[in-house]
């Protein structure tokens, strides 16, 4: 094991070297172009559209409608619970402070509970950190990085076992899933409790929070599913995206091989969910806790329909588990190897590729560089849903083992 003072060397290291990439792409805004990300003028404009909902609600207009105040019209499909940053009086103005607080309170708070331990460990997390999907979210200071704060602080909760802080836990995981909905999906870690008393209590908690926020929730509910993101070409995240590659136009191109993945996981999640053993939770757990936060977010995100790469934000908390299984058994270590590099493939291969077609064979040849970027986006797709159905197959074995614990526990 590494010494407590090993483990914050690297730890700063990575904020120093994250850091400094980050500002560097901030210092020039030709890398927004170069990678494909684009809106080299406008940092922060996913925040800058939640502070334009906030402004729109201060001088008495509908924010569910088209915004005026957003340069795309944007209308607001959020919680109303948002409208409590108009309360604090922040708006519009406030966007480039507020914007880089985001970024260096996400940077911070990954590193924290990340916390590399050697030098690849170091390096891994890192290159995820400046990845092109995640300078993406930290581009447009998108809200998935307050739901991952949220529950980041909710998983930090949850590596205690008393009930106080476990309670905390729920509460800013359902938080989490009233400002952005799909993180709803972390219901899945209630199943961490160790009765089923403690199950029932805790889905009766997160009930309560969720049926508060109803009355805000239901109309902005309506509206999103009006106006859900529909990237066409880089970054985008999504089973359905599968078709588009394919130029398949029916939901089958997707629904299908989506079937045929599930398929595959509980083949081969099988034999482990037979063999693993029946216990509570221990030391060890923490770490595939959160690495099952971050899978069911990511699966959960992939098959609710088409997004941004962004979303991968959630893979952070992957890493600490992985990493424990690559230093495991032969089994172990060979799932934790191919799922590091299909994350780390995922994350880089577009926004790569976007520098090496904007800057080399774009200028040289179009058509041969449309080629290329049509092959790299079949090549991602293809990566993803490999990278899915790792993970998936984690879930499988980590849903049947606990709720075999569950069954044999006390009430």
């Not at 040849?365 to 490999?386: D, E, M, N, R, Y």
Request: aromatic share 12%; glycine share 8%.
């Amino acid at each position: 094991m590494p010494s407590e003072s090993f483990t914050w060397r690297y730890s700063l290291w990575v904020v120093g070297f994250v850091a400094a990439v980050w500002l560097t792409c901030f210092h020039f805004p030709i890398v927004w172009v170069a990678t494909g990300i684009g809106e080299a003028n406008r940092p922060f404009l996913d925040l800058y559209a939640l502070l334009a909902g906030c402004d729109a609600v201060k001088l008495g207009l509908n924010p569910l409608l088209p915004n005026l105040l957003d340069p795309y019209n944007r209308p607001f499909g959020f919680s109303d619970w948002w409208f409590e940053l108009a309360r604090l009086g922040w708006g519009r103005k406030d966007t480039l402070w507020l914007g880089m607080v985001l970024a260096v309170t996400t940077l911070v708070a990954a590193v924290a509970l990340v916390r590399p331990a050697n030098r690849r460990e170091r390096w891994m997390l890192g290159l995820l950190l400046v990845s092109p999907a995640l300078l993406l979210a930290v581009y447009r200071a998108n809200q998935d990085l307050v739901v991952f704060l949220l529950v980041s602080l909710g998983l930090v909760c949850f590596r205690g076992s008393g009930r106080p802080a476990r309670a905390l836990g729920v509460l800013l995981f359902a938080a989490a899933a009233v400002l952005k909905y799909f993180p709803l999906v972390t219901l899945v870690l209630l199943l961490d409790f160790r009765t089923r008393r403690g199950v029932l209590a805790g889905f009766a908690l997160y009930a309560v929070v969720l049926l508060l926020a109803w009355p805000g929730l239901e109309p902005a509910l309506k509206l999103a599913s009006r106006h859900a993101p529909s990237p066409e070409w880089l970054y985008a995240f999504g089973a359905p995206m599968l078709g588009r590659d394919f130029g398949l136009a029916s939901w089958l191109g997707w629904l299908v091989p989506a079937a045929l993945m599930a398929a595959w996981a509980v083949r081969e999640a099988w034999p482990h969910v037979q063999s693993a053993p029946v216990g509570q939770p221990d030391a060890r757990s923490s770490a595939e806790r959160e690495f099952i936060c971050g899978a069911v977010m990511i699966v959960g995100v992939f098959f609710l329909g088409v997004s941004y790469l962004y979303k991968l934000v959630f893979a952070l908390w992957l890493l600490p588990w992985l990493w424990q299984q690559c230093g495991g058994g032969v089994v172990e270590a060979r799932w934790g190897r191919v799922t590091s590099r299909l994350l780390l493939v995922v994350v880089w291969l577009e926004g790569g590729m976007a520098v090496v077609l904007n800057l080399l064979v774009g200028p040289w040849s179009q058509p041969v560089a449309v080629g290329l970027l049509k092959g790299t986006l079949l090549i991602t797709q293809l990566c993803t849903w490999a990278l899915v159905a790792c993970l998936l197959r984690f879930l499988l074995i980590y849903v049947a083992r606990r709720g075999r614990a569950l069954l044999a526990a006390p009430a």
